[in-house]
């Protein structure tokens, strides 16, 4: 694995307290990545792991990582939105963690980071339009509406006109831009925000979120248990929706959090909530 970064799962403990039924179960994490949280499964359990994710350098990377137990997963690749189309029996539980890895975020040639210049890629496999793709190709009006649906920018006219006008190619370039059309004391949050949208738009991520949440649903046994994560309030807004629609039943009153240690830790987990569920 040489330097490359890895992913550091969120809340490991309660994943495996809330997912784990059945300790020599068939699992699916519908977020693979580089396969934090189901490294730890097949440690801590004798569960088997299907693995989905879109990005081929990470699935290697999580193939690497699990040689030692090569009769207990199953590793492809494809979108989550057809999760029930990769399975052909019945699971005991499906993991989603809807955050995008430190890999990705690490590497400025994918486009997700504000603080790295990279291209404006932001794709999480090499398929389909690129934010610089939907820059070029979307009116000011349509990335208007993207900016305030998935990020709440409340200058998302403003902004949005100015990107049409400048074009901008690489994330430092779109940074500055946003930068001087926001106040200083907030250009961050400003930041994260049109970063977010682009990134949302550019992978489908609503729209994908619901589907998979419907086909896992398909998949599950009855009493299996369906894990997510989310990390903003569209992601969980969603969520809820759809288990109530299926008639999921709730198994977490309140969204767990990370522990004040894992924070300190792991900065970035710390718009984490944790929901289970059950068929």
């Known amino acids: 694995m040489g330097n490359q970064v890895v992913h550091r799962p969120v809340m490991v403990d309660n994943v495996i307290h809330w997912l784990i039924v059945k300790n020599d179960g068939v699992y699916l994490d519908a977020t693979l990545g580089c396969g934090g949280h189901s490294l730890e499964i097949l440690q801590r359990t004798e569960a088997s792991i299907v693995g989905i994710d879109l990005d081929i350098e990470q699935l290697n990377l999580a193939k690497e990582r699990f040689s030692r137990f090569e009769n207990r997963f199953m590793l492809i690749q494809g979108n989550f939105r057809f999760i029930d189309s990769f399975v052909g029996k019945p699971i005991d539980g499906v993991l989603f963690d809807l ?14 980071s504000y603080r790295l210049d990279g291209p404006l890629d932001m794709r999480y496999g090499r398929e389909g339009k690129s934010a610089y793709d939907i820059i070029e190709e979307w009116g000011k009006e349509e990335i208007a509406d993207v900016l305030y649906k998935y990020g709440g920018e409340r200058h998302s006219r403003r902004i949005a006109k100015k990107i049409k006008n400048e074009k901008p190619k690489t994330t430092s370039e779109l940074a500055l831009l946003v930068r001087k059309s926001v106040p200083r004391k907030f250009g961050h949050k400003h930041l994260s925000r049109i970063f977010q949208a682009f990134r949302i738009a550019v992978n489908n991520e609503m729209e994908n979120i619901k589907e998979g949440i419907m086909g896992a649903y398909k998949i599950l046994k009855i009493n299996g248990r369906l894990v997510v994560i989310t990390y903003h ?21 309140k969204p767990i959090t990370p522990k004040n240690l894992e924070f300190e830790e792991n900065p970035r987990c710390r718009s984490a909530h944790l929901r289970a569920f059950e068929k």
Do not use: A, H
């Not at 890895?101 to 486009?111: A, I, T």
């Not at 969520?239 to 709730?250: A, K, R, S, Y």
């Open 233 to 253: 309030s569209g992601e969980e807004k969603l969520l809820i929706n759809t288990v109530n629609e299926l008639g999921l039943t709730t198994l977490t009153k």
């Open 99 to 112: 955050g995008y890895s430190s890999f990705q975020l690490d590497d400025p040639q994918r486009g997700f």
